[in-house]
Nanobody, 124 residues
Framework: QVQLVESGGGLVQAGGSLSLSCAAS????????MAWFRQAPGKEREFVAA????????YYADSVKGRFTISRDNAKNRVHLEMNNLKPEDTAGYYC?????????????????WGQGTEVTVSE
């Protein structure tokens, strides 16, 4: 398994940008599919974006497509989420997740390694 630590959250005005990063420990990071999920207050955790182990395939929730970009740097054991044109409805805790398989990239249940999360707040 890998240990995951997110960073980069904060407060931003609507229309602004933030870049989240997830640092992973472990020498097998390059063999894990990675994803970002988010959970807003009072709501269930939802899928945001995922990336294959090679970085060649990405997946996005419809609500963030065209605004968010997921990427990874296997040499540095990091996965990133670039968030542009942020909206108040993007306010949530953002969680990095990892899994050894690449099937069902949008399914929360498949990910068995999770970070502690980083908070993103988008003001009007």
């Amino acid at each position: 398994q890998v240990q995951l630590v997110e960073s980069g959250g904060g407060l931003v005005q609507a229309g602004g940008s933030l870049s989240l990063s997830c640092a992973a420990s472990g020498r097998t990071f390059g063999s894990y599919a990675m994803a970002w999920f988010r959970q807003a207050p009072g709501k269930e955790r939802e899928f945001v974006a995922a990336i294959s182990w090679s970085g060649g395939t990405t997946y996005y929730a419809d609500s963030v497509k065209g605004r968010f970009t997921i990427s990874r740097d296997n040499a540095k054991n990091r996965v990133h989420l670039e968030m542009n044109n942020l909206k108040p409805e993007d306010t949530a805790g953002y969680y990095c997740a990892a899994d050894g398989g690449e099937r069902h990239p949008r399914a929360e249940w498949k990910y068995d390694c999770w970070g502690q999360g980083t908070e993103v707040t988008v003001s009007e």
